[in-house]
């Protein structure tokens, strides 16, 4: 099905010189086109026939490709520039029906390609969603579950390692630590650019570090620039501005005062219009493809979640997508309304490009594909299970209906609840039965599920053996409780989980412990419903070591490990077993914390911390130099001075 922006045509295109930004206020900004563009709720509640009836215009037949005016190898020997915007919503843009948004340059390059009116990403989170997006694979096929967890396998294809072999140049240009190489995205890229700004150290437990979008985008327009002229490009610029926590650049932070998640869309959409002057610049605006996509969404307190990652409703499902071809005049203005994924890009751009997608993928060439109103979409959030010890989600995604399995699993008729507000499997359980036949016939092919809970571990029998001896074990809770809570119940337990962060943040002053108090009265509240939540022990174990119960602090770790361990919890209790003197437990919690992340710099830090206590300081220097080696983002702040003091303690000794 498509239809057409009615802007591109001339029709309803205004310009102003102030806005009102979205749910109230007034900023002032420079004069731009101000696209009134169909509301996709709009498109869903009056149907296709409807929508053709007010405009005039006429649907494609289901004989017809997805995408119309764009063939195969039309743009054959393009450049392509791939902008991902992280934590960003479709319906914010103005492209996508947010009359006030402040996007001209998205706006401005969806009237000149064609935008997806029901673009669905397979997951919430960034990592999976971008080794989706990369690979044209389903997560459970890729492999990356979770955020910061496992890293996309080096037998994965992505786009850059196909259009590296293809005599493309390739960089990437990240601006979120959660996109760091170890997480295997580098991938075909020659130039893979994480340098992220050191917000965190490498010792801290979890950890945030990202990079503002101009910087960025500074990056990439300086490369661009530098880059051999004679060869093709693949470029990806990633934006993270939009992830809470928002930090408005100037004017943006006063124009978007108490409406900052729009303010920063509004920043990012200022970066992808210096990039585009910048393709103008050099000459390369005709021919280069240019891909515009999120990886999610977010809830912004729909269905009781305020962020992301554990629910797969619209909120955080449906994204942005807006393919530019030069080549493909025809193509501009449309909007293509079937269902389509973000697997389907990576096949889609090859196509464009005449280049083979590889075999088994799940996505799709849509230039290729023949429109199938019936087609329905994977989507999935590991998140619930292996952070809060919830069940898990999964689903199946059509143009007009979704089926989500839960415990208490969900079917909504889109044309008649396009805000998932009811569950109505009851009143067309023949749809829901095919959707959930659908989505139990890919699970069959997939992992189990119980299979995500276990961590594979390089560890030697000797750390092992030690971390035993030593009361650390690593299996699912006995109780039976992992896996089974609906994740709807439980957000309340996650919203108290997220106070209690907050409250942390202001623990300052004389009003500290109140506030530290306060934050475990909530996080402990979290833990009655929901025991097994990893989350929540991780706040429990913070807000002890800021009170000063150290021996709580390990005992809510050891916990945390009993359920699932990671490299994050097993250096955060290096680090406390060095505060209360157990220097035996050290060594083995550093080893087991690089048994699962080769590539820690904490593990490091705490090695060399444990060596300098011994005054080993030959040892401690290598393990700080490690962690600067290895772990340059999180690791900086930390390891220069340790390097700076083992140094001196080394010509002290010599001397």
């Not at 057409?4 to 295109?13: D, K, L, N, Q």
């Not at 995408?67 to 992280?86: E, H, I, K, Q, Y």
């Not at 978007?256 to 920063?264: I, L, S, T, V």
């Not at 030690?466 to 439980?490: E, F, H, I, Q, R």
């Amino acid at each position: 099905m498509i239809t057409r922006i009615p802007e591109v045509r001339g029709v309803r295109v205004s310009r102003k010189r102030t806005f009102h930004v979205e749910h109230g206020g007034v900023a002032s900004c420079d004069s731009f086109p101000c696209l009134e563009s169909l509301r996709q709720n709009w498109i869903r509640q009056l149907g296709l026939a409807g929508v053709c009836l007010v405009l005039g215009l006429s649907a494609c037949n289901r004989g017809e490709t997805v995408v119309r005016g764009m063939a195969p190898g039309c743009a054959r020997g393009f450049n392509v520039l791939l902008v991902t915007l992280d934590t960003t919503r479709a319906d914010r843009l103005g492209c996508y029906g947010a009359r006030n948004a402040r996007t001209p340059n998205i706006d401005a390059l969806a009237a000149r390609g064609t935008s997806f009116g029901q673009a669905i990403t397979c997951v919430p989170l960034t990592t999976p969603s971008h080794a989706s997006i990369l690979t044209g694979l389903y997560p459970p096929s890729h492999g990356v579950r979770n955020n910061g967890e496992a890293p996309l396998g080096s037998e994965r294809l992505t786009l850059a390692e196909i259009l590296r072999d293809h005599g493309y140049q390739t960089a990437a240009f990240v601006s979120s630590f959660v996109l760091d190489r170890r997480f295997g995205l580098d991938q075909g890229f020659a130039v893979y650019d994480d340098s992220v700004e050191r917000t965190l150290g490498a010792g801290s437990f979890g950890g945030l570090n990202e990079r503002r979008g101009d910087a960025t985008a500074d990056a990439a327009l300086a490369w661009l620039a530098a880059r051999n002229p004679s060869q093709p490009f693949l470029a990806w610029v990633h934006f993270y501005d939009a992830h809470e926590p928002y930090s408005l650049a100037p004017p943006f932070d006063k124009d978007f005062r108490g409406h900052e998640y729009d303010g920063e869309i509004a920043f990012v959409d200022a970066q992808v219009g210096r990039l585009v002057a910048g393709l103008k610049a050099q000459g390369l605006h005709e021919n280069t493809v240019i891909a515009i996509v999120a990886d999610h969404g977010e809830s912004l307190g729909e269905h009781g979640e305020s962020t992301h990652g554990r629910t797969i409703y619209d909120a955080v499902m449906r994204v942005p997508w807006i393919l530019v071809c030069p080549a493909a005049p025809k193509s501009a203005g449309l909007v293509a309304n079937e269902v389509v994924s973000t697997v389907d890009l990576m096949p889609s751009l090859l196509d464009a490009l005449g280049i083979d997608s590889p075999p088994k993928l799940d996505g799709h060439s849509l230039l290729s594909t023949r429109s199938d109103p019936e087609r329905a979409v994977y989507i999935e959030s590991m998140m619930t299970l292996l952070n809060n010890g919830w069940a898990p989600l999964q689903g199946m995604r059509s143009a007009h209906a979704k089926f989500i399995r839960a415990p208490r699993s969900e079917f909504f008729d889109l044309d008649k609840d396009p805000f998932e507000l009811a569950d109505r499997g009851h009143e067309d359980p023949k749809v829901a039965a095919r959707l959930s036949a659908d989505l139990e016939a890919r699970r069959a092919a997939w992992p189990k599920d119980s299979e995500l809970l276990v961590r594979n571990t390089s560890a030697g029998a000797e750390t092992q053996s030690a971390l035993s001896s030593l009361g650390y074990t690593s299996a699912t809770s006995a109780d039976g409780s992992v896996g089974v809570l609906d994740p709807k119940d439980m957000l309340p337990s996650w919203e108290l989980i997220e106070e209690a962060i907050r409250l942390q943040g202001e623990a300052q002053g004389p009003d500290g412990q109140r506030k530290l108090a306060e934050a475990m009265t909530k996080v402990q509240k979290a833990l009655d419903r929901s025991p097994n939540d990893r989350a929540a022990l991780e706040q429990k174990a913070r807000i002890f070591t800021a009170q000063g119960r150290l021996d709580d602090a390990a005992r809510a770790l050891r916990q945390y490990i009993s359920i699932r361990p990671s490299s994050d919890a097993y250096v955060f209790l290096a680090q406390l077993a060095l505060a209360r003197r157990k220097s035996e437990e050290v060594e083995p919690l550093a080893r087991a914390a690089l048994a699962l992340e080769p590539g820690h710099g904490g593990a490091h830090i705490a090695l060399g911390d444990l060596y300098m206590s011994q005054s080993k300081f030959d040892a401690a220097l290598a393990e700080f130099e490690s962690a600067l080696k290895v772990d340059p983002v999180r690791a900086q702040g930390m390891a220069g001075a340790r390097i700076e003091a083992a140094r001196k303690q080394l010509q002290s000794k010599g001397g």
